[in-house]
């Protein structure tokens, strides 16, 4: 991790925008370097100031949370992004994620909890609180006849039942640590695992997987 976390706040609300930057400068380890109001300018932005981390809305007056994310999984070496959502009034929480997010905070969160999402997120730990997963599953589609169930099987098929394991590690919310301590191997070994999971589905990162084997 960089001695200094560099943050990017998009968000089309300026009251949002301007506490959130004051509330992150009290944190020594992260560092604001831009605030914008609509997605559109994100991969300007990302280009310019070369974030670790961005916090995204959702809801935009301009372009929306969810395709902004998915042009940044376009650029070479990009960002980390949670994504800030009410939740509730909110149903695309789960498109946010499936693009590319590394995880999503209500942005009622306290202060600590964002600066801990932000950390954990450049750590390759996805931000998916216990009390909210329970929520995201209670509202998903059932999966059993999609196209996705089909897509989530077909990739379990093609992995090694190692790479299953990690898997289903990885979809339980467990961390690379937990899942060492469970199958009897080292967190290099895990990250290994992870790592050609992630290449055999095509995906960016362990909370897409997590959807997908939840799907499957």
Known sequence: MAEVIRVLIVDDDALVRTGLTLMLKGAPDL????????????????????????????????????????????????????VLTTFDADDHVFRALRAGASGFLLKETPPAGIVDAIRRVVLGEPVLSPSVTRRLIAHLEPAAETARAAEGRQLLARLSEREREVARGVAQGKTNAEIAADLHMSVGTVKGYLSRVLTKAGLDNRVQLALLVHDA
Do not use: K, Y
């Open 31 to 82: 560092e604001v370097v831009g605030a914008v109001a609509d997605g559109a300018e994100v991969p300007g932005a990302v280009r310019s100031w070369a974030p670790d981390v961005v916090l995204m809305d959702i809801r935009m007056a301009g372009l929306d949370g969810i395709t902004a994310t998915q042009s940044l999984r376009r650029l070479r070496n990009p960002p980390e992004v949670i």
